[in-house]
């Protein structure tokens, strides 16, 4: 997201919001080795911070809230913290911004507090966020703003590959503003790595999720049947503990080949 809307993460930074990191591609940890896992993290670290114009926060979320031991060690290491979540909105199940309010509520009232899990890229998502805000005050909850202790330090050799990756993906939406905003655009290899550069040169990656669709009944909300059409859920194929072959997941990010 950084890499493709990088003015974006510097107006969410200055509207005073902490800005974190989630894995370059939205990698499954579980499903790749130690070692990619770490490009992955450090990739997202490098780009954030470069779009951002100052390191981003010290925080951290695995997708899928998959992590392993090595890889939460690392960031141990890293004087990363982990974010983990006590409410999920399940926003990814549904296309009703009421439906996503009252998963949110109806889990808030057990746990009493926690950490919301929700995603900016849906819609509905965003449509119910002033409604969500304005009843969690009138139900006596406090918002809390999470603001790190210390900077975090950035890998040099990924600097370097995260700002020629900007430059160029900034060069070609100037010459074609209608440039495909993907994740996997191409960039240069950091010191030590494969040169390989090509979008078109990396090897055809074998998806780590299948998906299915599920088809969910109408859901009467305040007299009025929100929209609940089939939706794609990601379901992984690894089981867990389930040790994963290299070979099964290739990264769309050159530098990692």
Do not use: C
Request: no cysteine; net charge positive.
């Amino acid at each position: 997201m950084a890499l493709a809307n990088p003015e974006l993460v510097k107006e969410v930074a200055a509207a005073g919001n902490t800005v974190g990191s989630h894995t370059w591609s939205h990698k499954n940890i579980r499903a790749i080795s130690f070692e990619k896992a770490k490009q992955e993290i450090e990739a997202a670290v490098s780009t954030d911070s470069k779009a951002n114009g100052t390191p981003i926060a010290p925080f951290f979320r695995f997708p899928y809230l998959n992590a392993t031991k090595q890889t939460e060690a690392y960031l141990k290491s890293r004087n990363i913290g982990s974010i983990w979540i006590d409410v999920d909105s399940k926003d990814y199940r549904t296309r009703s911004p009421k439906v996503v309010e009252q998963n949110i509520l109806s889990q808030l009232a057990k746990q009493k507090k926690g950490i919301i899990l929700m995603h900016d890229i849906h819609a509905w998502t965003a449509a119910q966020l002033p409604d969500l805000l304005k009843e969690l005050h009138d139900r006596g909850y406090k918002v809390v703003h999470f603001v790190p202790k210390s900077q975090l330090e950035t890998i040099a050799s990924y600097d370097a590959a995260a700002e020629k990756a900007l430059a160029a993906k900034a060069a070609a939406k100037a010459a074609n503003p209608m440039i495909a905003r993907s994740i996997v655009w191409p960039m240069s290899a950091a010191p030590g790595t494969a040169t390989a550069s090509a979008a078109a040169a990396l090897p055809r990656r074998k998806s780590a999720y299948r998906y299915k669709r599920v088809a969910t009944k109408p859901t009467l909300v305040d007299g009025v049947v929100e929209d609940s059409r089939p939706v794609k859920i990601p379901t992984s194929r690894y089981k867990k503990g389930a040790k994963p072959k290299d070979e099964d997941v290739t990264s769309p990010w050159s530098i990692f080949n």
